[in-house]
């Protein structure tokens, strides 16, 4: 009796460590992930579906006017056709140089980012011949287009530690005896000055937390000013020839939709589909 008594206390104290985790929520139905409730995350949403305006401080140079315009399929925060385009060329010494683009007839040079904006607000009334659409000059040999990803469940891949994802790396060496490697890519953390972490956002993982990519975006995207120190609109999406109207920084949840929305609905059905469509 005592001996039965012992093993279950022993399959007690076992159980919670064996008790596999339960799998993320998942679906396209604008629920939040549990960590707020959904009216918290519709509130949400509508920053991240809100439209920015010239009066709301959009532009000079932009690429859209709301972040549900690239993140959109089939519900906000999906994936969707819109893509942006990188350009820059080769150096001397076979380094990758990031672009010197005129605009403004000239008169401006925009420096030191090889993404180009698609979109711009001058000229307009208040600035009837200023043209500042970038172009791209025929010097820069490299461009390519990075299609718009989906942000639904970041919020989970955010919450893994650097640990796992070096642990994963190393496994993979491991097991493939060095052949294909995950490379571990350690990036600076914007909202946290001095502080990186394992890169994970992004087509090359160039972000590691939301806050900091959503800010990014913010900047780079629908250019307006952002709480997020270091990423104000500088003068490389602000040329002085159109300069937009001053605002305080923008208090916007942008980055919390991405952070609070569910995963992927990944079916079971989805999954055979692809297994059968690669041996196809
Ligand atoms: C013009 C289209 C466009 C707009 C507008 C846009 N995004 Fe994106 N977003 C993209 C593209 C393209 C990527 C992939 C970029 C890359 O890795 O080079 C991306 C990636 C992201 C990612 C990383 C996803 C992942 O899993 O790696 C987040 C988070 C994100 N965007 C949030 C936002 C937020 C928040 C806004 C609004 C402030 C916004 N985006 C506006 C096109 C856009």
Not at 227 to 235: G, I, L, M
């Amino acid at each position: 009796m005592k001996a039965l008594i012992g093993v279950s206390l022993l399959a007690i104290t076992l159980f919670p460590l064996a008790a596999p985790l339960p799998e993320a929520p998942s679906g396209f139905d604008n629920k939040t992930n549990g960590l707020v409730d959904d009216a918290t995350h519709a509130a949400d949403q509508a920053k991240f579906d809100e439209t920015e305006a010239i009066s709301d401080g959009l532009g000079p140079l932009y690429n859209a006017q709301s972040c549900r315009e690239c993140h959109q399929n089939p519900t906000s925060g999906g994936s969707s056709q819109v893509s942006e385009l990188r350009v820059g060329h080769i150096g001397q010494r076979g380094e990758f140089v990031n672009p010197d683009i005129p605009i403004a007839r000239g008169t401006e040079i925009i420096k030191g980012r090889s993404l180009v904006n698609d979109r711009a607000i001058c000229p307009n009334t208040a600035f009837p011949s200023t043209e500042i659409q970038e172009r791209v000059p025929d010097s820069e040999k490299i461009r390519t287009i990075r299609i718009s990803l989906n942000v639904l469940g970041d919020g989970f891949v955010e919450a893994v530690s650097d640990h796992t994802f070096v642990d994963l790396a190393k496994e993979q060496c491991k097991k493939n005896h060095n052949k294909i490697c995950g490379q571990v890519l350690y990036v600076p953390i914007v909202e946290a000055p001095g502080q990186t972490a394992v890169g994970r956002f992004g087509w090359k993982d160039q972000q590691a937390s939301l806050l900091s990519f959503s800010a990014d975006a913010y900047l780079n995207e629908n250019p307006m000013t952002s709480p997020v120190p270091t990423a104000s609109p500088t003068s490389t999406t602000s040329p002085a020839s159109c300069a937009p109207p001053k605002h305080p920084p923008a208090t916007h949840n942008w980055h919390r939709l991405p952070m609070r929305a569910m995963a992927l609905n990944y079916s079971t059905k989805l999954a055979a589909t692809f297994a059968m469509s690669k041996h196809l």
